[in-house]
């Protein structure tokens, strides 16, 4: 990837935290919370592009394995942007680390914070 967005670097330091957070809370990865928040999104990425995404999720979550989770997730590819942009595990996020997560963005790169995004 080329161009790295304000938006993909909170996506993934979003996702580290929430990966850390699974791991150390023993949170499951298969939960009916995450297989709706996965229905969910399919419903909305109806294209073929975000579905081999999707699918890729449910094999993942089916195998349960965190740490092939992780590193797939935590990819600085293409995949890896998609996997977190179509992430199930944001059920885990509360508001208040959404907004640190974007505050902590906008200090790294040195933009305004967009608490819409």
Known sequence: MAVV???????????????????????PIDSPAIRARLATTREQWAHPMYGRYIDLWEQLIDTGDL???????LADDERGEEMRRLSPFTVYLTEEARLL?????????????????
Do not use: C, F, W, Y
Not at 6 to 27: C, D, E, F, P, S
Not at 67 to 73: C, K, S
């Open 67 to 73: 740490d092939e989770i992780t590193r797939i997730v």
């Open 5 to 27: 967005t304000r938006t993909m670097v909170r996506r993934k330091l979003v996702h580290t935290g929430l990966l850390l957070k699974i791991k150390a809370q023993n949170l």
């Open 101 to 117: 997560s974007i505050r902590l963005t906008s200090a790294l790169i040195g933009t305004p914070a967009d608490t819409a995004g």
